[in-house]
Nanobody, 117 residues
């Protein structure tokens, strides 16, 4: 199982930006797809963005054009650049990695993002 450590959450005003980072233990190069999920209070967890081993990205419609997911395989990290943040982006954001063959999932502890004036 991969151990994930997230950072970068915080309080930001609407229209502002944050960059989340997730560091994975060991090497995940060419073996894991990576993604970000979020869960707002009282709501179910939802997919925000994913990135495959070859760099192909997928985004939820609600964040397209505003969020960018990227991975640095040499450093075993995945990041989420969040721009033009909206109050509805407020949630706990979780990093996820999934082994492309075994489908084994690992989750980070979550990092809080609050978008408020």
């Amino acid at each position: 199982q991969v151990h994930l450590v997230e950072s970068g959450g915080g309080l930001v005003q609407p229209g502002g930006s944050l960059r989340l980072s997730c560091a994975a233990s060991g090497s995940i190069f060419s073996s894991y797809a990576m993604g970000w999920y979020r869960q707002a209070p009282g709501k179910q967890r939802e997919l925000v963005a994913t990135i495959t081993t070859d760099g192909t990205t997928t985004y939820a419609d609600s964040v397209k054009g505003r969020f960018t997911i990227s991975r640095d395989n040499a450093k075993n990290t995945v990041s989420l650049q969040m721009n033009s943040l909206k109050p509805e982006d407020t949630a706990v954001y979780y990093c996820n990695v999934r082994h492309i063959l075994t489908s084994q999932n690992s989750w980070g502890q979550g990092t809080q993002v609050i978008v408020s004036s």
